[in-house]
């Protein structure tokens, strides 16, 4: 009897080669000194997965699958959410050429599951997106939509007003008044 072999990762191995390979570096403290030397690294507020398929169990079993594996690496994940079902009925005649009354329906249905991931880097979002791609069912398609977080800009951003320029506003406004 021939045993089939699981095709998921260890998580582990995966995180260590992600980091050595992507980088060219083999330890730790390398990827730790690129990391300082390079700009602010980017952050999501929220990271939306969005998973179809035409099998629910298999949907359900790959959300339970990536659930663990964020609980695994420390990500903060919340549980998935069942999006309505979308049926697109066929409708066929039942013979090739006469009897137009005898047809026959058909249905497919595509059931889509939402996965939200809420406050991770970007380096971690690639490790955790790209593990979690590799191991995608058959069948099943994932979307990923991001929100990125970003500095408010400059415009937006309020001066600190000193003590003594408020006092002489107030001032200037008041002997303004005075005079008509």
Do not use: W
């Amino acid at each position: 009897m021939m045993r089939l072999l699981s095709l998921r990762l260890p998580l582990t191995a995966l995180c260590h080669r992600v980091l050595s390979h992507s980088r060219g570096c083999s330890s730790v403290a390398a990827v730790a000194k690129t990391e300082e030397t390079r700009q602010l690294e980017k952050l999501y507020r929220q990271i939306n997965i969005k998973v179809k398929g035409a099998d629910h169990a298999v949907l359900d079993s790959y959300c339970r699958f990536v659930i663990t594996a964020a609980k695994a690496l420390g990500i903060n994940i919340g549980g998935r959410v069942s999006l309505p079902t979308a049926i697109q009925k066929y409708t066929v005649l039942r013979s090739p050429f006469i009897y137009k009354k005898h047809r026959v329906q058909y249905e497919i249905r595509t059931h889509s599951r939402l996965m939200q991931v809420k406050q991770i880097t970007g380096t971690t979002a690639d490790i955790f997106l790209e593990y979690i791609q590799r191991n995608l069912p058959e069948g099943t398609v994932m979307s990923v939509y991001q929100q990125k977080l970003e500095d408010l800009p400059s415009l937006l951003v309020e001066k600190p007003v000193v003590e003594e320029e408020k006092t002489q506003h107030f001032k200037a406004s008041t002997s303004y008044r005075k005079r008509k």
